[in-house]
């Protein structure tokens, strides 16, 4: 039986506050990738991360303690990487490359610290903002979004005693390795944790990363969180994320510019990585009119993310393209990402398997599904579609069109102009749970 440390059990007690993020790699691998490109080539550009609230029936500003919250974030402001930290990322090797990180970029994230916020609170919600240069305010936008979603859980467990929290975990403990269990009947799935962001706590999304590495062994391939790859000796997951085209795109001074605006990402990005980090995100403002316009070199990729479409319907729209491009599809790579439930993993995996490789990055659903776990009945630990986008780029409104309406971002003359030029053509509205 391990012997519990006193010592440090009491230390932690002295703690003015219990802190949600208490290390600057509680984040995801692609924030520090892009942070990288960004150090690297666009260190000028300032840009502005909002929070936006999707399911706007939950009042965060009525559930979360607006003195706590900026507790959270001025601790998460004093946090630096600490000397093992910095030996970990200079010298593991990640995607089968040693020293991914330039010597020049780690001596600069020595002294990194998170820049300054701005919060307000506006009907009912927080408004949250993140202003500065890009390459301090992108990693703000994980460690925001995890302290406000810890923030709303603690408040719903706040009048539970010690026997209701038991039960509470122990049935969303059962609820988890039943899924675990579905997964593992799936001879060669690939699944790994991407559930960071809309955690239900730290302490939480740690047990579930344990409890898929026990429960389906070689098949979890990994975490997006490069805290917890870190302590258990995981792959350290991710590539790149939407803000890229979205910052690009609101640079662009043209028409024609804003076009190339997504491939010109891959361009920069292909100069700082290769391999297995290639992987194409196409749907920052549509797969059709990514598809569409794609150069040939695209095709040469290893892969890409379908985010916010169908997983099915949006796959088999990049194996027919590939296939056009006159590539293998089973020599390729499909990434699924969104909002995935196990019975979406299992749908997807059966109508796949044999067609392409494939690969599940699991979020919310793994890492914050209490729905129905309760003692007593309540709907605050029910999980809530919140994200920090760039809305912001040197002075210029950023937008995210998205293949899935619902999840467009931006001011609303910027979007209708966004869709004029990149066109509609297979962009869906579907409910956004998470």
């Not at 402001?77 to 930290?85: N, W």
């Not at 539970?160 to 059962?174: E, I, Q, T």
């Not at 000796?233 to 028409?255: I, K, Q, R, W, Y």
């Amino acid at each position: 039986m391990a012997k519990t440390d006193i010592a440090r059990r009491v230390y932690n007690h002295t703690w003015k506050l219990d802190p949600i993020v208490r290390s600057l790699l509680d984040t995801d691998f692609y924030k520090l990738l892009m942070l990288q490109m960004i150090w690297g080539m666009h260190p000028k550009v300032d840009a502005t991360f909002t929070l936006i609230n999707r399911t706007t029936s939950v009042r965060l500003a009525d559930e979360i303690d607006e003195g706590e919250l900026r507790e959270q974030l001025d601790h998460a402001r004093t946090l630096r990487f600490s000397k093992k930290e910095m030996i970990w990322l200079g010298g593991n090797t990640f995607y089968g490359r040693k020293q991914i990180f330039e010597p020049e970029f780690l001596a600069w994230l020595e002294d990194f610290r998170l820049p300054a916020y701005e919060l307000s609170r506006r009907d009912g919600q927080y408004v949250l903002s993140f202003p500065g240069p890009w390459m301090y305010t992108t990693l703000w936008e994980i460690p925001a979004l995890a302290i406000i979603n810890e923030l709303r859980s603690r408040a719903a467990m706040r009048s539970f005693g010690p026997f209701a929290l038991d039960v509470l975990y122990a049935r969303a403990k059962a609820k988890m390795w039943a899924k675990t269990e579905r997964l593992k009947a799936l001879p060669g799935i690939r699944i790994s944790d991407f559930g960071t962001r809309r955690r239900h706590s730290f302490l939480w999304q740690r047990w579930c990363v344990e409890a898929l590495k026990e429960g389906i062994g070689e098949a979890f391939t990994g975490t997006s969180n490069v805290l917890l790859a870190m302590d258990n000796d995981l792959e350290a997951l991710g590539t790149n994320a939407h803000e890229l085209p979205m910052v690009f795109a609101a640079l662009a001074n043209s028409e024609a510019e804003l076009r190339q605006a997504p491939y010109k990402v891959l361009q920069d990005w292909q100069r700082y990585y290769g391999g297995n980090l290639l992987i194409v995100l196409p749907d920052a403002f549509g797969t059709d009119s990514f598809l569409r316009d794609a150069p040939d070199w695209v095709a040469d990729w290893t892969g890409f993310r379908p985010d916010s479409a169908p997983p099915i319907e949006g796959g088999e729209k990049i194996i027919d393209w590939w296939r056009k491009k006159g590539k293998d599809p089973k020599q390729k790579l499909l990434i699924f990402s969104d909002g995935l439930e196990v019975e979406t993993i299992e749908d997807t995996y059966k109508h796949f398997r044999g067609k392409v490789r494939m690969s599940f990055g699991w979020g919310t659903n793994l890492t914050n599904d209490f729905e129905g776990c309760a003692p007593t009945e309540t709907d605050s630990l029910d999980a809530i579609s919140l994200v920090c986008k760039v809305t912001e780029a040197n002075g210029r409104p950023a937008v995210k069109l998205s293949d899935n309406p619902a999840k467009a971002t931006g001011d609303e003359r910027e979007i209708k102009r966004y869709l004029r030029i990149f066109g509609e053509k297979g962009r869906v509205e579907q409910l956004v749970k998470v």
